[in-house]
């Protein structure tokens, strides 16, 4: 049961959120650590003898040029951006409905936002704005957007 003084508080409630998202470093490095495992695990394959030569050299071309396009996917991943307290998201300068939250932990935040036959995945990581910023993102998300775990 919440108290009736913690709805005065202005740390409890979030009415709009109003920051600059830049490219986050840390999102950067978890995509690179997590694609150059996968070629080292390739690289053991042939090693072992598991996978042949012409095979293992296609799968890391495939390899590089996915993080290479995530990327440059993840370097686009900068802006001004807006929520209100509906839901409704103004981000690089298109207007968007935040569909549901999928992750939210203290150093990253997965939202799916979404407009008439289109969707995409907002990746905002405590890295990519200042401190007060993503405190303030994560009380929006956490108090007035429907958190979701599942895939539907």
């Known amino acids: 049961m919440q ?3 913690t709805k005065l508080l202005p ?3 979030a009415n709009f959120v109003e920051f600059d998202v830049k490219p986050s470093k840390l999102s950067a490095a978890a995509l690179t650590i997590l ?3 996968a070629a080292c695990l390739l690289l053991l394959a042939w090693l072992r003898t598991v996978l042949p030569l012409p095979l293992i050299v296609v799968c890391l071309d495939m ?5 290479l396009q995530l990327r440059l996917y993840c370097q686009s991943q900068q802006g001004r951006l807006i929520i209100s307290i509906s839901g409704e998201v103004c981000w690089q300068r ?3 409905q935040v569909d549901r939250v999928k992750i939210r932990t203290r150093f990253l935040l997965l939202l799916r936002l ?3 036959e289109q969707h995409r995945w907002l990746l ?3 890295d990519a704005c200042d401190e007060a910023a993503y405190r303030s993102l994560s009380l929006f998300c956490y108090s007035s957007v429907i958190y979701c775990s599942d895939d539907g």
């Open 124 to 126: 905002v990581c405590r």
């Open 63 to 67: 390899l590089w040029h996915e993080w």
């Open 94 to 96: 298109q207007k968007w």
């Open 11 to 13: 740390t409890t409630t």
């Open 114 to 116: 979404r407009r008439p």
């Open 35 to 37: 694609y150059f495992s």
């Open 3 to 5: 108290q009736w003084w």
